[in-house]
């Protein structure tokens, strides 16, 4: 039985395939210090134009545009849900984490 080899992940190529554009600062680098807000309004205006481009592609298909396919509609509307999924756990850490925060005894 052949062992699972197991590669590092790549943050750079995975938000290329999921077709989302980040500066170039920001990819395959860690954020400096005092940008995480930065890195986080990215984030967001990223998802958010992935929503309203998802959204876009169902009214075109509702209005029986023939130059819009199901096929590309679907898909745009997954990486918007896959998008929202991962803006929502990243808040849901921020949050659990600094709940911990508060609850540390000093």
């Known amino acids: 039985m052949n062992p699972v080899q197991l590669k590092p992940f790549d943050f750079a190529s995975a938000v290329a395939r999921a077709g989302m554009n980040l500066p170039a600062a920001q990819t395959g ?3 400096e210090a005092g940008n995480f807000a930065d ?10 134009q992935q929503q309203l481009q998802a959204q876009g592609l169902q009214r075109e298909l509702q209005l029986d545009n023939p130059t819009v396919s ?20 990243v808040r849901n ?10 609850n540390m005894q000093i």
């Open 29 to 31: 680098k860690a954020v």
């Open 39 to 48: 890195a986080m309004s990215q984030a967001l205006k990223a998802v958010s």
């Open 70 to 89: 199901l096929e590309e509609t679907m898909v745009s509307m997954q990486k918007a849900q896959v998008g929202f999924q991962a803006v929502m756990q």
């Open 93 to 102: 850490r921020l949050v659990s984490a600094y709940s911990d925060i508060m």
